[in-house]
């Protein structure tokens, strides 16, 4: 991951991040979730809905959970030929489809990691759309990031 320094002011220790997947002319839709929701043939439809709206324009985003809607998602969006980024943990290892630069990832873990990742999932989607029950705190979290961006979710429970 490589820092820059942002003209906020002179003594400013903000700092921008700089991805490895840019914003194009795709659309981006991320599909997140509890990993206690499991209705896989309702996520199934939806990637191949969404497949069949954007075509190859669509890129699926996810947080790289490996049990619930996250795992279901990864698993369609690869049968189906579709583009897939994964915003997993820092605490994690890099992998195909990993959104971060390698020197983001294999760090120690640290409470707040799960909240950046709805950081780098709201900068980076289109849509988003959350599936099942989430904790109060990340919750909480989530709509702060969604009103900074102008954004907003769909949740499905």
Not at 86 to 97: C, F, G, K, P, V
Request: positive net charge; contains cysteine; glycine residues 6%.
């Amino acid at each position: 991951m490589l820092l820059k320094k942002n003209n906020y002011g002179k003594n400013s220790n903000k700092v921008k991040v700089n991805y490895r997947f840019k914003k194009d002319k795709h659309m981006r839709v991320a599909l997140i979730g509890s990993e206690k929701y499991e209705s896989r043939a309702e996520i199934k439809d939806l990637v191949f809905k969404l497949l069949q709206k954007y075509g190859d324009d669509l890129i699926l985003i996810t947080r790289g959970n490996k049990n619930g809607v996250e795992k279901w998602v990864r698993k369609y969006a690869l049968e189906l030929g579709c583009k897939y980024i994964e915003y997993n943990s820092a605490s994690t290892s890099m992998n195909l489809y990993s959104g971060m630069n390698e020197s983001y990832y294999e760090k120690p873990f640290h409470p707040t990691q799960p909240l950046h990742q709805y950081n780098c999932i709201v900068e980076n989607s289109d849509k988003l759309i959350y599936f099942g029950e989430i904790f109060k705190n990340e919750y909480n979290h989530f709509n702060r990031v969604l009103s900074r961006y102008g954004k907003s979710a769909k949740f499905i429970s």
